[in-house]
T-cell receptor, first 111, second 111 residues
Framework: QQQVKQSPQSLIVQKGGISIINCAYE??????FPWYQQFPGKGPALLIA?????SEKKEGRFTISFNKSAKQFSLHIMDSQPGDSATYFC??????????FGPGTRLSVLP | NAGVTQTPKFQVLKTGQSMTLQCAQD?????MSWYRQDPGMGLRLIHY???????DQGEVPNGYNVSRSTTEDFPLRLLSAAPSQTSVYFC??????????FGQGTRLTVV
């Protein structure tokens, strides 16, 4: 129940395209769903996050879509750029304590 | 502000040796945690602390020990290193449930 599933494992997108990464969870007690971006040799960095009382959150080119009934959420990167090439992790938590991470998606944006 | 500082950045240990991974933050965050990152498995929680003097186990605590004597410091101790503990270790701190600050990581190899 604590698991967060993430797909795809890797993703290749052309510059200017839309990157979509999907996550699913089982634990309905999760109340906060962040996404992290990680570049090689660096620690993860918080990208964007959503709570289950909203269905969508947008920050610049990054959008989280949240489907509470399906227990799924996704990250959309619009107008993908080569600089977006990184590994993306979704996560979930209850009361901001034990964060559970997905296995990650390696995104490559081709110039 | 330095954020979250981890030392060392790299370490090679022999099986059976012990060592301490250091983590310090200067943001007065109450919540600190340790994760290990292995290929294809995302980040897994080892131990966490919700304040000085309070620690608890995460998903993969065996072989590791922590203490939290001050708000700033949260060291992770490997009691008797094993090759299975070869990994990249990240320390993180957070406020108000937002796990926003990760250190740069410690790459540990146990031979």
């Amino acid at each position: 129940q604590q698991q967060v599933k993430q797909s795809p494992q890797s993703l290749i997108v052309q510059k200017g395209g839309i990157s979509i990464i999907n996550c699913a969870y089982e634990n309905t007690a999760f109340d906060y769903f962040p996404w992290y971006q990680q570049f090689p040799g660096k620690g993860p960095a918080l990208l964007i996050a959503i709570r289950p009382d909203v269905s969508e959150k947008k920050e610049g080119r990054f959008t989280i879509s949240f489907n509470k009934s399906a227990k799924q959420f996704s990250l959309h990167i619009m107008d993908s750029q080569p600089g977006d090439s990184a590994t993306y992790f979704c996560a979930a938590t209850v009361y901001g304590q034990n964060f559970v991470f997905g296995p990650g998606t390696r995104l490559s944006v081709l110039p | 502000n330095a954020g979250v500082t981890q030392t060392p950045k790299f370490q090679v240990l022999k099986t059976g040796q012990s060592m301490t991974l250091q983590c310090a933050q200067d943001m007065n965050h109450e919540y600190m945690s340790w994760y290990r990152q292995d290929p294809g498995m995302g980040l897994r929680l080892i131990h966490y602390s919700v304040g000085a003097g309070i620690t608890d186990q995460g998903e993969v605590p065996n072989g590791y020990n922590v203490s939290r004597s001050t708000t700033e410091d949260f060291p992770l101790r490997l009691l008797s290193a094993a090759p299975s503990q070869t990994s990249v270790y990240f320390c993180a701190s957070s406020y108000s449930g937002l796990l926003a600050f990760f250190g740069q990581g410690t790459r540990l190899t146990v031979v």
